[in-house]
């Protein structure tokens, strides 16, 4: 799995910040308040997962997926033609199309070390050692002869589900609140 740092960061920044607001609602208001505050919450904490965490690569011996935001697509190596670092990493494939990966290693300025006496040293970046990883499984794949299926795309559902809920919650919530009293 490779994803960026900087969206596991933050989904866990915002998940302490979600939890100390709950927590301050239920010490100030009770629980029955918290429970109504707690959808647009968990709606903060959802729009981040899915703007900053979710997008990610997986590779595995038949091919690499592909989840740029709340979409899915599943490439078998056999339909790739390259992989390259642009900003993100793009696979080319055969039948001439681009797929960006959001996720993943992210091409950034090169990192610089002084050394001992005061020389440049470069480093290599992660997003380089993780490019080479990807396509390292790539290459021995395509040479042991990866079957060619299709590209598939699909949704991820279970992000989908949540996000209902915190809907349903929501609604319930606006609900009570307008209620007479």
């Known amino acids: 799995m490779f994803r960026a740092t900087s969206g596991t960061i933050a989904l ?23 429970l109504l505050l707690a959808p647009w919450v968990l ?9 900053m965490y979710a997008s990610a690569i997986e ?11 709340l979409r899915r697509t599943r490439v078998p190596w056999a339909k790739v033609q390259d992989i390259r670092l642009r900003y993100q990493v793009v696979f080319d494939l055969d039948d001439g199309r681009q797929l960006k990966a959001y996720g993943g290693p992210v091409a950034g300025r090169p990192v610089r070390d002084r050394g001992r006496m005061g020389f440049q040293m470069r480093r290599e970046p992660p997003a380089l050692r993780e490019l080479a990883l990807i396509q390292e499984q790539w290459e021995t ?5 990866a079957p060619d299926t299709p590209v598939t795309r699909s949704w991820d559902l279970p992000a989908l589900v949540a996000l209902a809920v915190i809907a349903v919650g929501a609604l319930v919530a606006v609900i009570i609140t307008n209620a007479p009293a």
């Open 12 to 34: 866990i920044a915002a998940g302490v910040v979600a939890l100390l607001l709950l927590g301050d609602a239920v010490v100030r208001a009770g629980w029955a308040q918290m």
């Open 59 to 69: 590779t595995d011996a038949a091919g690499a997926t592909v989840q740029n935001f």
């Open 141 to 145: 794949a395509r040479e042991q002869g």
């Open 43 to 51: 709606l903060v904490v959802w729009l981040i997962y899915v703007a």
